[in-house]
């Protein structure tokens, strides 16, 4: 099908609103297809990053604990229980 000129292009002997709608539509989904999941994937990644830090942190808190704060914790302990 030719078309004179590009309002006819445009207009599409009446059907061009529904053509050009079901286009803009199709681009959108693409669009949407590309966009979300590539957001998805940074959120993930950032809160992954984030409980990495967190754990590392509470594995050098671990490591850092005095011999004299865990035999005093331990002692306590001893106290509570008795005997």
Known sequence: MYFNNFSDLIAMDGH?????????FAFAVLIYNLIVPALS?????QKLRRQK???Q??????CYI???ARLSS?????????P
Do not use: D
């Open 41 to 45: 994937y940074r959120r993930i990644m």
């Open 53 to 55: 830090k967190i754990e």
């Open 57 to 62: 942190q509470r594995r050098v808190n671990r």
């Open 16 to 24: 061009g609103f529904y053509v050009w709608f079901a286009y803009a």
């Open 74 to 82: 331990q002692e306590t302990e001893k106290e509570r229980v008795g």
């Open 66 to 68: 005095l011999p004299s």
